[in-house]
Each structure stands twice: as C-alpha cells, then as structure tokens.
C-alpha cells in the first residue's frame, strides 16, 4: 500500500519565501468522512483536478491513494464537498535534501501558514530550517480533513503569523 508519511510544523517567520522553488493553488473539499478515512477533491490552478483517498488513523503515517479525474468532476464534488471547502498556495522549498511544502492558506483559514515534509520513512529527521515554528505533527487540529469539517478559526488563531507591514 502507498503510504503518506510527513510532519507538520508551524511557520515562523518569511525567511522561506526567497527558497521557493514552485507553487500551486489549491481548492479542496471532502466528500466523504470515516473516523479512519476521508475522499478529499482537490482542484489544482484551476486546471486539473485529483481525488485522493486516506486511510488510517496516525496522522503521521497513512495509507494514500491518489488518481487524476477530470477537471469538470473535480468541480461538481467540490461543489459537493462537507463543511468548509479550503483554500490555499501550496509552495515547494527544498532545504537540505528534503522539500518543504508550505501552505499559506486563504479563505475560511486566512492567515494560517502550515509547513510539512513527506519522509520516506517514519525514522528520518530532516534537519529542521530556521523558519521552522512548533511541530503540530499530530495534533488533530491541524489536519485539513477536521478544518473543513469543522470551524477551527478560534483554535487556531495562535498558528497564524501576521507578517510586518
């Protein structure tokens, strides 16, 4: 089985954005919710869309599938979607021989700046950039699947970073 194993941190700082390597916008939505598994939509640039499946319940290890479908389908089930639809610019930065996707959300999660790395492994320890906050590896909250299940705005208000003016 594929598996999807990363950690999730907090960002602290803007120090990453001069590393960009590439980005994506994201909207994605959930169509279906187990206590162990989710069908996530999620609609790329506004050019393709993917569905992707999860199963298990350790976020920091999952079994994913994920498969291309047509832009149009990937519309009509975000259309379809539970709760919140998110949105977000996923940014790829590699650091150290890993990538770093840094996800600065809009919408619904205006101002939430999340950062995770996919390991190939649940024993590796990349090495950690300074921009790099809490780890929230774990912590429910976090997981794209509950912030559009349920309103997560309060709870997460201490993971925003308000950049300087």
């Given at each position: 089985?594929?598996?999807?194993?990363?950690?999730?941190?907090?960002?602290?700082?803007?120090?990453?954005?001069?590393?960009?390597?590439?980005?994506?916008?994201?909207?994605?939505?959930?169509?279906?919710?187990?206590?162990?598994?989710?069908?996530?939509?999620?609609?790329?640039?506004g050019?393709?869309?993917?569905?992707?499946?999860?199963?298990?319940?350790?976020?920091?290890?999952?079994?994913?599938?994920?498969?291309?479908?047509?832009?149009?389908?990937?519309?009509?089930?975000?259309?379809?979607?539970?709760?919140?639809?998110?949105?977000?610019?996923?940014?790829?930065?590699?650091?150290?021989g890993?990538?770093?996707?840094?996800?600065?959300?809009?919408?619904?999660?205006?101002?939430?700046?999340?950062a995770?790395?996919?390991?190939?492994?649940?024993?590796?320890?990349?090495a950690?950039?300074?921009?790099?906050?809490?780890?929230?590896?774990?912590?429910?909250?976090?997981?794209?699947?509950?912030?559009?299940?349920?309103?997560?705005?309060?709870?997460?208000?201490?993971?925003?970073?308000?950049?300087?003016?």
């Amino acid at each position: 089985m594929p598996k999807e194993i990363e950690r999730k941190f907090l960002v602290q700082s803007q120090d990453w954005r001069s590393q960009v390597a590439s980005s994506f916008q994201f909207v994605q939505g959930y169509v279906a919710i187990g206590e162990d598994r989710s069908v996530r939509v999620r609609l790329i640039d506004g050019q393709s869309a993917r569905l992707t499946i999860k199963i298990g319940r350790n976020l920091l290890a999952r079994d994913e599938y994920e498969y291309d479908i047509p832009i149009e389908h990937g519309e009509d089930l975000i259309r379809a979607a539970i709760g919140n639809v998110i949105e977000k610019t996923r940014y790829r930065v590699p650091y150290e021989g890993f990538t770093w996707e840094v996800d600065v959300f809009q919408g619904f999660y205006h101002g939430l700046v999340v950062a995770e790395v996919e390991l190939e492994s649940e024993d590796q320890s990349p090495a950690i950039p300074q921009w790099i906050g809490k780890e929230v590896t774990g912590d429910w909250r976090y997981s794209n699947m509950v912030m559009a299940t349920q309103d997560m705005g309060k709870e997460l208000g201490h993971g925003v970073y308000h950049p300087p003016l």
